[in-house]
């Protein structure tokens, strides 16, 4: 989304450090919505049963309607194509 790697560091030990601690920069404001900017910080959550499951992403208020765009755009495409 924002084409930077979620966690970064200088070297190898300090890319683990950040990785382990789960400190990120956060996405910036201007480009993202509360909604998924809370998503995101779900999906980076250091425990992984805290995580949200493909499901409950692809069901979320913050992707769900490009999921359904997508899907809509998906058919509309099928339905155009020659027999």
Partial sequence: MTLRKAFDGSSLPALVLNIVRGEYPEPPQELFTPE????????????????PTAEEVLSSAAVRPQVRDYAAALRASLNERPT
């Fill in 36 to 51: 998924l900017r809370a998503l995101l910080r779900a999906m980076l959550a250091r425990d992984p049963g805290g995580r």
